[in-house]
């Protein structure tokens, strides 16, 4: 087996301390040892989500919960914000539910405007809003604190926000910004394999999935509730994850939070700044450029499929060759989860080496 340095957008690299932490032994998920491993990540949680409602675990990837969320908690319509493939899905996702959903579309790249957003919402027809802070196909940031203003003038309205990408990146302040459900997965920024979602609900989006029928079992919100208060997850939960969900916490706690924010604030400078020094562009606007990983313009035209063919036969390095409809004419570089100063210029010089021989003589 090839061991390749990744650095696509998720999943992302995982450490052998990980790892060693999800071979500890799995226990009854009713006992009080789950109990005990469980009611041990929340309040490292609750501090990374920046909340005070409690923090669910449940064992699927994130469409789990972006697909849960839709069922449990729209009655009327939901506006699904796209702006990349993954916003764009969730339009999709809403229909396949069987509800009613309209989209807000922008081109790829592009950011979701709050005040086209606030119009949308002022026609009265839409009680839930989905959200992409960070759309990964893109390398965009939403601007969320903004949006979130808008959406707070809407007290009927909830918001489903998908921070898959960006959790644990940049401070997301739950609770101030008023965010009814945040969600992520464990095979983005937090450095873990995946399978496992992580989600938080206000008290409102209780509220209205207590007036919803249909919400099934398996994502049902209510049940995740009531076994929370006993430290429990409503079916079997993958248990090894959870193990190391523990562990990447108390790393995460180690670092500092503040700390973990700066470190992937100046990893993605290093990366811009090589993408400027080639004569690259970024896809996005750059102020609304992610944090998280970079998504390159190939307005110099280079044969992409190549390039990134030859770093991972030649270097053993994995980059992302554009998502969808923008294969080819994009590029994904990650710089979430573990990455370093030493990693990322080990990165650059291995792309500085591959790509000369890809650029215009
Ligand atoms: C990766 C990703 C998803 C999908 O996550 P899964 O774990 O594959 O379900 C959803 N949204 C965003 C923004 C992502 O980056």
């Not at 992580?198 to 995740?224: C, H, I, M, P």
């Amino acid at each position: 087996m090839i061991d390749y340095k990744l650095y696509i957008p998720g999943p992302v690299n995982v450490s052998k301390e990980t790892y060693q932490a999800m071979s500890s032994p799995v226990m009854g998920h009713r006992s009080p040892d789950f109990v005990e491993l469980y009611q041990k990540c929340q309040p490292s949680l609750q501090k990374l989500f920046e909340t005070k409602d409690p923090v669910f675990l449940a064992t699927s990837s994130a469409w789990g919960v972006m697909e849960g969320a839709i069922r449990n908690l729209c009655q009327k319509k939901v506006l699904c914000c796209m702006c990349g493939a993954f916003s764009d899905k969730w339009l999709n996702v809403a229909k396949r539910a069987g509800k009613n959903a309209d989209p807000l579309q922008v081109e790829w790249g592009q950011n979701i405007d709050p005040a086209e957003l606030k119009s949308c919402l002022e026609t009265g027809e839409y009680d839930l809003v989905t959200l992409v802070h960070n759309e990964t196909s893109c390398g965009m940031m939403n601007p969320l604190k903004e949006i979130m203003s808008v959406l707070r003038e809407f007290p009927d309205v909830i918001s489903v926000i998908d921070t898959v990408s960006s959790f644990s990146v940049v401070s997301i302040p739950k609770d101030d910004w008023g965010i009814d459900v945040i969600l992520t997965g464990s095979q983005k920024a937090l450095a873990m394999p995946p399978g496992l979602a992580l989600f938080s609900v206000s008290e409102r989006a209780f509220q209205r999935a207590e007036q919803v029928a249909g919400r099934g079992y398996y994502f049902d919100f209510l049940e995740f509730r009531s076994n929370h208060t006993k430290g429990m997850t409503p079916s079997t939960p993958v248990i090894p994850l959870i193990h190391a969900l523990n562990y990447t916490l108390k790393k995460i706690m180690d670092e500092g939070v503040p700390n973990r924010h700066k470190r992937h604030d100046h990893l993605n400078q290093l990366v811009h700044q090589w993408v400027k020094s080639k004569g690259f562009e970024l896809l996005p606007k750059p102020e609304f450029a992610s944090k998280s990983l970079t998504c390159v313009r190939n307005n110099l035209n280079i044969d992409v499929g190549g390039f990134v063919k030859t770093l991972r036969e030649e270097k053993k390095i994995s980059i992302d060759g554009g998502y969808g409809k923008i294969k080819g004419k994009t590029f994904r570089i990650s710089n979430m989860g573990d990455e370093t100063v030493d990693s990322i210029n080990h990165l650059i010089s291995n792309m500085d080496e591959v790509l000369s021989s890809f650029l215009p003589a």
